[in-house]
C-alpha cells in the first residue's frame, strides 16, 4: 500500500492518472508543505527520467527470422470461429474459480469507469487538467502542427500568452492516447488525451522552464505503441 | 485506417499469415525493448521477441478476446524474459560464473549517462519491480492495461509501481553519489 494520501496523489499525477478532483487535491498539498512540493518536484524528475529511455528499433531481420521459425502449416483454422463465440481456456490461465470474481470485479469496473468518465465529461473543460488557460484574448500563435494517425487527428498550437507558453490542442481521439513534453526533468501531459476521447478542445499552460528557443518536442503513445513526435517551435508565424 | 488487432488475430485464426506480420510489424518494437530492458542485452532480447511471436503464432487460437491483445503479447513477454534469466542464473550457478551487473555494450552505446545509469540500475531490481517500470515508463501502459497484463488488481500495481520507483529512486542517488 502506499504510506499516504499525497504519495497516492503524487504518483498518479506523474502517471497522468489524477482526475480533476484528485488534481486539486494535490494543488492543495502541494501548496500547503514545502516538503510536498520538493517530494512531487523529486517524483515528476525521476518519472521524466525513465520516461526519457530511447526505444531502439528492432532489430531488421527480425520479422525474416520470425517467419523463418514458423512451422509451414496454418494455425488451425477450425478454432477461428471459437475464438469470437466462447471464452476458451487460455494459455496462461490456471483454472479456478476466481475467474467468477475476476468478471464480477470487471462489471464493477466497467460500471465505476461509466460513472466516473460521465462525472468528469460533465466537469467544466477547465477542471479536466488543473492547468488549463481560461483565457486567449492575449495569446500570439508561434507555431502549430499537424497530428494524423489512426487514433488521433488534429492540431497542436503554440501560444506565447505574455511571459508563458501555451499549446493547444484541437482535433479528435478515439482512443487514450499519451502525449508529453518533457523539458528540462519535467514531463507536462496532454491529460485529456489520455482521459476522455473523443472531440478535443483545450489548451495546456506549459511549465516556465519552458523559455529556451529550442523546438519543443511531444511524444504521442498508445498504449504502448509510440505513434511519432510533433516538433513546434517559438519562430513566429508569418 | 490500421485494422483492429482483434481483426488481425481472427485472420491469423483462419490462417493469414500476412495478418500476422501485420501483428510482428505493429508490435516488434515495444516486444523487443520490453525484453531488452529485461533481460539486459540485445541479443538475448532477439531470442526473446522471437520466441514470444513464435508463441503467438502457436496459441492465437487460445487467445481470449475479452482482453486486449497486446496486454496478452506483453505478458508473453515478460514471461518468456523470466525464463530466459532463470535459464542464464541456472547456468551462472552450475558454472560458477557471476551475473554481470554492468550494463551490456549495446546500452553503453546508446550513448546516454542516463540510460547506462537506468540500465545498471534496472538490472539490481526485482523482477517484480523491473516488470513494472517496463511496462509504465518503457511501454508507457495505463494502470489499468498494466493490472491486466500482469494479471493483478489495479491497486496492486500503483503499490509495485510506487515501490519500484522508490528503489530506482535510491540506487540512482547512490549511483550520483548522493
Known amino acids: 500500500m502506499l504510506e499516504d494520501r499525497p504519495q497516492e496523489l503524487m504518483q498518479a499525477a506523474i502517471d497522468g492518472e489524477l482526475d480533476a478532483t484528485g488534481q486539486s487535491e494535490l494543488t492543495r498539498c502541494v501548496d500547503a508543505d514545502p516538503l510536498v512540493a520538493q517530494q512531487y518536484a523529486d517524483w515528476r524528475a525521476l518519472s521524466a527520467r525513465l520516461d526519457a529511455i530511447p526505444l531502439e528499433p528492432a532489430p531488421a531481420d527480425l520479422l525474416i527470422q520470425i517467419r523463418a521459425a514458423l512451422p509451414p502449416v496454418a494455425v488451425p483454422s477450425v478454432a477461428a470461429p471459437l475464438v469470437a463465440l466462447r471464452l476458451r ?150 | 485506417m490500421s485494422v483492429d488487432d482483434t481483426v488481425l488475430v481472427q485472420r491469423c485464426c483462419a490462417g493469414d499469415r500476412a495478418a500476422f506480420d501485420t501483428l510482428i510489424l505493429r508490435y516488434q518494437t515495444p516486444v523487443y525493448n520490453a525484453a531488452l530492458r529485461l533481460v539486459g542485452n540485445a541479443d538475448d532480447a532477439k531470442d526473446v521477441a522471437q520466441t514470444v511471436f513464435l508463441k503467438v503464432f502457436l496459441h492465437v487460437a487460445d487467445f481470449d478476446p475479452q482482453y486486449r491483445f497486446f496486454s496478452w503479447l506483453y505478458r508473453i513477454t515478460l514471461n518468456e524474459s523470466h525464463n530466459l534469466l532463470g535459464k542464464r542464473r541456472g547456468y551462472a550457478e552450475i558454472t560458477g560464473e557471476e551475473l554481470d551487473p554492468r550494463p551490456g555494450p549495446e546500452a553503453q552505446a546508446e550513448g546516454g549517462e542516463t540510460v547506462q545509469s537506468i540500465d545498471l540500475a534496472l538490472r539490481q531490481l526485482s523482477l517484480e519491480h523491473r516488470q513494472v517500470i517496463v511496462l509504465r515508463h518503457v511501454l508507457h501502459l495505463s494502470y489499468e492495461a498494466m493490472a491486466e497484463t500482469l494479471q493483478v488488481a489495479d491497486k496492486t500495481v500503483k503499490s509495485r509501481l510506487h515501490s519500484a520507483r522508490q528503489r530506482m529512486r535510491d540506487l540512482l542517488s547512490l549511483e550520483r553519489g548522493v
Request: glycine residues 10%.
Open chain 1, 89 to 238: 481456456r487460455r494459455w496462461y490461465a490456471a483454472p479456478g474459480s476466481w475467474r467468477y470474481a475476476a468478471a464480477f470485479a470487471g462489471v464493477v469496473l466497467v460500471a465505476g469507469l461509466f460513472f466516473y468518465r460521465g462525472a468528469e465529461l460533465d466537469a467544466p473543460l477547465d477542471q479536466m487538467t488543473g492547468t488549463l488557460v481560461r483565457s486567449r484574448s492575449a495569446a500570439v500563435e508561434l507555431d502549430h502542427a499537424r497530428v494524423d494517425w489512426p487514433a488521433v487527428q488534429g492540431q497542436l498550437t503554440l501560444y506565447q500568452e505574455g511571459a508563458g507558453l501555451s499549446v493547444a490542442f484541437e482535433g479528435h481521439n478515439s482512443a487514450p492516447i499519451q502525449a508529453w513534453v518533457v523539458y528540462g526533468g519535467e514531463k507536462t501531459p496532454l491529460a485529456n488525451l489520455n482521459k476522455t476521447v473523443g472531440n478535443q478542445s483545450f489548451k495546456v499552460a506549459l511549465p516556465e522552464a519552458i523559455r529556451a528557443t529550442e523546438p519543443i518536442e511531444w511524444v504521442f503513445v498508445q498504449e504502448g505503441t509510440p505513434l511519432g513526435q510533433v516538433t513546434l517551435s517559438r519562430a513566429p508565424v508569418h
